[in-house]
C-alpha cells in the first residue's frame, strides 16, 4: 500500500517564526511531491511543487526533497496568521497521473 | 489560469435519493477527472479516474454502481451518488488534469471547489 504520511498537528507557531511542515512516503517509484493548503471546507490550493533532490523556494514557502531518506518538508518563513490551514503533501509515480495525499498538517500561527 | 467549476457547493438530501455533482472545466479542456472524497480531519481519498469517452476507472472499494461517474466531453464530468446515505455524507472534490500537459511532474491539475454533501 503507498502511503504518504504526515503528523496531524496542530503546529502552532507564533507569528513571524518559521513553521516546518514534514511529510515521508513510502513508495520508492514517487517522483513528483506536491504541498496544498487547504482552508476549512474549501478544495486544496496547490502552493509547491518539487521534483529533484534539494531545495526549491518560491517567496516565503521552501520546499525539500530527500529521495534517500524518502522525505519531504516545507518551511514557511515569516508565518502569519493567514497562513493557518491545513497542509496536504502529495506524491505521484510517474506516467500514473495519480497523487497519493497524506492526511495533512493543521498549523495554527498565533497572533 | 484554468478554473474548474464545480456545483453544487453544498447539498442536502433525504436518505435514498441520488445527488449529481458536476465539474465543468472553464477556458480548457480536460483529458482526465479524478474525483476525491474528504471525511472530516482525513485525507483526500481518489475514488475514481474518468477520461473523456470512457469508462470510468474506479479505486479499490469504490462501488462503481453507487457512484456513477459521467465524462462524456471535455469539459464536463458529473459524479452521481446513487441511493444515497448517511455514511456517504463527505466533501467531494474533482480535480481537472488539462489537455496537452503532462502528468504530476507538470503541476497540470486544477481542483474544483469541492461539494458538502450530508444525508439525512
Known amino acids: 500500500q503507498k502511503e504518504v504520511e504526515q503528523n496531524s498537528g496542530p503546529l502552532s507557531v507564533p507569528e513571524g517564526a518559521i513553521a516546518s511542515l514534514n511529510c515521508t512516503y513510502s513508495d520508492r517509484g514517487s517522483q513528483s511531491f506536491f504541498w496544498y493548503r487547504q482552508y476549512s471546507g474549501k478544495s486544496p490550493e496547490l502552493i509547491m511543487s518539487?521534483?529533484?533532490?534539494g531545495d526549491k523556494e518560491d517567496g516565503r514557502f521552501t520546499a525539500q526533497l530527500n529521495k534517500a531518506s524518502q522525505y519531504v518538508s516545507l518551511l514557511i518563513r515569516d508565518s502569519q496568521p493567514s497562513d493557518s490551514a491545513t497542509y496536504l503533501c502529495?506524491?505521484?509515480?510517474?506516467?500514473?497521473?495519480?497523487?497519493?495525499f497524506g492526511t495533512g498538517t493543521r498549523l495554527k500561527v498565533l497572533a | 489560469g484554468a478554473v474548474v467549476s464545480q456545483h453544487p457547493s453544498r447539498v442536502i438530501c433525504k436518505s435514498g435519493t441520488s445527488v449529481k455533482i458536476e465539474c465543468r472545466s472553464l477556458d480548457f479542456q480536460a483529458t482526465t477527472m479524478f474525483w476525491y472524497r474528504q471525511f472530516p480531519k482525513q485525507s483526500l481519498m481518489l475514488m475514481a479516474t474518468?477520461?473523456?469517452?470512457?469508462?470510468?476507472?474506479?479505486e479499490q472499494g469504490v462501488e462503481k454502481d453507487k457512484f456513477l461517474i459521467n465524462h462524456a466531453s471535455l469539459t464536463l464530468s458529473t459524479l452521481t451518488v446513487t441511493s444515497a446515505h448517511p455514511e456517504d455524507s463527505s466533501f467531494y472534490i474533482c480535480s481537472a488534469r488539462l489537455s496537452g500537459q503532462g502528468g504530476p511532474s507538470k503541476g497540470g491539475y486544477t481542483f474544483g471547489s469541492g461539494t458538502r454533501l450530508t444525508v439525512v
Open positions: 474518468s477520461n473523456e469517452g470512457s469508462k470510468a476507472t474506479y
Open positions: 502529495a506524491a505521484a509515480t510517474s506516467g500514473t497521473y495519480k497523487y497519493i
Open positions: 518539487i521534483y529533484s533532490n
